[in-house]
C-alpha cells in the first residue's frame, strides 16, 4: 500500500503526534485565499473549532456525534507538513534497535544526557543494561508501538528482511492510535508472527476490515487470546465480524466505541468466540441491562466491565421484553460510574445474574446517597438522624450504602475488591434489617404503606428469620395544639450516676438549654458539655473503593474466586446480637452527637419526643 501524494477521504494523518482522519478534500467558501483545504476529523474532539460546518454550509459529518465532539474538526491546508509514516520494521527499529546501533559504531552505548537535580548529578545506574536487552530485537517479547505512525508491513525496496526474520518471538504486540485504514496490513504484520498472544489495536480508524483476499494457510490469530479494540468506533456487528478470526480469544476490551445496543442476531458470518471469559464494555452508551441481552449467549463469560456507560435501569421501557438472564458463570459485573438511583436495581440482580459473587457499584447516585428512592417522610427521618452525625461525610454515607448493598444481595462475596467476609455479612444484614424497622416505624402498623415498605426490600422475611423480627418503635402521634406536643422528655445524666428527667419546651433555643442543665446540677454553663445519645451504632472501617479511580482488572479466573476461598461458603454466618457485635473494636460505634452552644431550637437538636443527654464537665 503506497502513500497518496495529495491526501484522500478516509486516510488516517497525524500533525505534530495528533491522529486525525480527513473526511473532505476541496474548496470551502468564503475562505480568504480559496483553494482546496482539507476537511479532518481529530481523534481528540477538543482540538477541533466545528463540527464540518462553516458559514452554515455543511461539507462533512464526523463519524463522532454529539456532545463535545460536535467541535471534533477542523480545515487544515494540504500543503501543512504531516508526520511521516513509517513501516513496521521501521518502527520497531527505530524504537528498540537505535542503542545496538549506536554500540556497535562506538564500542559502547551512547552517552545518556547529564541530568542536574538541584546542583547535582544524578547518575542513570543499571540502564545500560536494560537498553543492551531491549537493543535485541530477536528475542523481543513485548512489542509497544503505539503511536508512531506505522502505515504498512515493510518496504520491500529498502527492506530486505520479513518481520519473521528480524523479531519472531513477539507475544504481545501493541499498534494502537496508528494510520491503519485497512484490517488486513494488521493481518500481515500479524501473519509473521507466530507466538503472538496478545494484540492491541485501540483507537485505529479502520474503513475495511475484511481480511486479505489470498490469507494464506492457518488461522493467523489462533492462538491470540487477549484483543484490545476500544475507541476504533466498529458497530458490534462490526466487532461480531472481526472476533469471528479469534477462535481461541478468552478477554476482549471493546470500551469507548459508542456502542448502545448489542443488537441480536449478528451477521451469520459474526460471532464472538464461545471461548471468551472476560468482556470490557467500559464507556459505551448503553441505558440499561437489556441493552446487553445477546450477551446471555455466552456461557462462558465470568467478568463483564460496565464502567462509566449511563446505565440507570434494568429493561430501556416498560414495556420491553422479559429481563435478560445472563449465564450463571457470569460471576463479576463492574457498574461503577453509572447512573443507577434506586435499590430496586440492586435487589433484582440475582434474576438477571444467577451467578454473580463480585460487584463493583460504587460511584452510582443511590450508593452516594443510599437513602435517596425512599418514601419522603422516611428519607427525611433518616437524613435528619444520619445528618446528626455524619454532617453530609461521605464516607459515613458509602459506609451505609456498602452495607446495605451486602444485606440486600445474599450471595455477594464481594463488593468494591473488599471481600465480605461471614463476620461482614452478619453486620451488614442486621445494620440493613435495622434500616428497614426505622422505615417501619413512620408508618401505622398493618396499614397499606407498611405492606408496600416490606414489598420493596426482598429479603425482609429471610433476615427475620436469620435474626429475629426487629423492633419497631411507633411513637404515638400527638395533637400539635396539646402542650405535651411542644414538649420533649429529657433524660439528664451527670457523672454517669446522677439522672435527671425535665420535660424540655422545642422552642428553647441551645443557650437556655445549658442554663438549665446547669441549675440543674448546680455547675456553671462554661463548664458543662452536652452529648446526645441516640442510642444507635455506626458502622466504621474501610469497605468501599472510595477514591480507586483506577481500571483495575481482574484476572482471567476472575475476581469471585479469590473471595470464595476468602470466605468459604458462607454458611456460618455470625449470628450475635448487635450489642455483642458492636463491642468488637473497629466495626461499629455508638451515634453521640454534641450539642453545642447555639440559638438552634432544642426541637431541631434531637430527634423524636424523648432524649437522653449526657452532662459532661469540661
Known amino acids: 500500500m503506497t502513500t497518496p501524494t495529495t491526501p484522500v477521504v478516509g486516510q488516517r494523518l497525524s500533525y505534530d503526534g495528533a491522529l486525525c482522519t480527513v473526511r473532505y478534500v476541496g474548496e470551502v467558501a468564503g475562505t480568504a485565499s480559496g483553494g482546496t483545504w482539507l476537511g479532518v ?25 454529539g456532545g463535545a465532539d460536535k467541535s471534533a474538526a477542523s480545515f487544515v491546508r494540504p500543503t501543512r507538513p504531516a508526520d511521516t509514516p513509517r513501516t513496521f520494521l521501521e518502527a520497531v527499529r527505530e524504537k528498540y534497535a537505535d542503542v545496538r546501533d549506536a554500540t556497535s559504531k562506538t564500542g559502547s552505548a551512547t552517552p545518556s544526557k547529564v541530568v542536574m537535580i538541584s546542583g547535582k548529578v544524578a547518575e542513570e545506574v543499571g540502564f545500560d543494561k536494560v537498553r543492551r536487552q531491549l537493543a535485541q530485537i530477536e528475542t523481543l517479547k513485548v512489542v509497544i508501538l503505539d503511536g508512531v505512525c506505522v502505515l504498512r508491513v515493510a518496504d520491500k525496496d529498502k527492506e530486505a528482511e520479513s518481520i519473521r526474520d528480524v523479531c519472531p518471538s513477539i507475544t504481545d504486540l501493541d499498534l494502537s492510535r496508528n494510520l491503519f485504514t485497512e484490517f488486513a496490513t494488521v493481518v500481515d504484520i500479524c501473519r509473521e508472527l507466530p507466538n503472538l498472544r496478545n494484540l492491541r489495536i485501540n483507537g485505529n480508524r479502520f474503513v475495511d476490515i475484511a481480511l486479505p483476499k ?39 476490551i471493546a470500551g469507548t466505541n459508542q456502542l448502545t445496543l448489542l443488537t441480536p442476531p449478528l451477521p451469520s458470518m459474526s460471532t464472538l468466540p464461545s471461548t471468551l471469559t472476560t468482556l470490557n464494555l467500559e464507556f459505551n452508551d448503553f ?12 456461557h462462558a463469560l465470568r467478568n463483564l466491565h460496565l464502567k462509566g456507560c449511563n446505565i440507570s435501569q434494568l429493561t430501556s421501557s416498560p414495556e420491553a421484553a422479559p429481563l ?18 434506586s435499590w430496586q436495581f440492586i435487589d433484582t440482580l440475582p434474576d438477571v445474574l444467577p451467578g454473580m459473587t463480585a460487584l463493583r457499584f460504587s460511584h452510582n447516585p443511590i450508593y452516594n446517597s443510599p437513602y435517596m428512592d425512599v418514601d419522603t417522610d422516611v428519607a427525611a427521618a433518616s437524613a435528619k438522624s444520619a445528618s446528626a452525625t455524619a454532617n453530609s461525610n461521605t464516607t459515613v454515607s458509602t459506609e451505609e450504602s456498602y452495607m446495605i448493598a451486602v444485606g440486600r444481595l445474599g450471595a455477594l462475596q ?41 414489598a420493596r426490600h426482598r429479603r425482609y422475611a429471610e433476615l427475620c428469620e436469620l435474626y429475629g423480627e426487629p423492633t419497631v ?13 411542644r414538649l420533649i422528655t429529657v433524660d439528664f445524666v451527670f457523672g454517669g450516676t446522677k439522672k435527671v428527667q425535665v420535660q424540655v419546651p422545642k422552642s428553647f433555643d441551645m443557650y437556655a438549654v445549658k442554663s438549665m442543665t446547669a441549675r440543674l446540677f448546680g455547675e456553671s454553663p462554661q463548664k458543662l458539655r452536652l452529648v446526645w445519645e441516640t442510642g444507635e451504632w455506626d458502622p466504621v472501617g474501610g469497605e468501599d473503593d472510595e477514591g480507586q479511580d483506577d481500571d483495575d482488572e481482574e484476572d482471567d479466573e476472575g475476581e469471585a474466586d479469590a473471595a470464595r476461598q476468602e470466605t468459604g461458603t458462607g454458611d456460618e454466618a455470625d449470628t450475635k446480637p448487635l450489642a455483642d457485635i458492636a463491642s468488637a473494636p473497629g466495626r461499629w460505634i455508638k451515634r453521640e452527637v454534641e450539642l453545642k452552644d447555639s440559638p438552634r431550637q432544642f426541637g431541631f437538636c434531637v430527634d423524636g419526643m424523648e432524649a437522653t443527654i449526657r452532662v459532661e464537665v469540661r
Request: glycine share 8%; proline share 3%; aromatic share 8%.
Open 41 to 65: 476529523e481529530w481523534d481528540d474532539p477538543t482540538r477541533g473549532k466545528h463540527d464540518g460546518v462553516h458559514k452554515g454550509v455543511r461539507y462533512f459529518s464526523c463519524r463522532r456525534g
Open 414 to 454: 464481594a463488593l468494591n475488591f473488599s471481600n465480605v467476609t461471614a463476620t461482614d455479612r452478619s453486620n451488614a444484614e442486621m445494620f440493613y434489617l435495622s434500616r428497614i424497622a426505622k422505615q417501619l416505624a413512620t408508618v401505622t402498623e398493618g396499614s397499606p404503606e407498611e405492606a408496600s415498605i416490606i
Open 287 to 298: 441505558t440499561a441491562l437489556s441493552d446487553l441481552a445477546s450477551l446471555s449467549g455466552l
Open 324 to 341: 435478560p438472564k445472563f449465564s450463571s458463570s457470569l460471576q463479576y459485573l463492574d457498574l461503577s460510574y453509572n447512573r443507577v438511583a
Open 214 to 252: 489470498e490469507n494464506g494457510e492457518g488461522n493467523v490469530f489462533g492462538q491470540v487470546t487477549e484483543l484490545g479494540i476500544g475507541e476504533t468506533l466498529m458497530s458490534w456487528a462490526e466487532i461480531g465480524q472481526l472476533t469471528a478470526n479469534f477462535p481461541a480469544l478468552t478477554t476482549m
Open 473 to 485: 418503635v411507633r411513637h404515638t402521634e400527638i395533637n400539635p395544639a396539646f402542650l405535651e406536643a
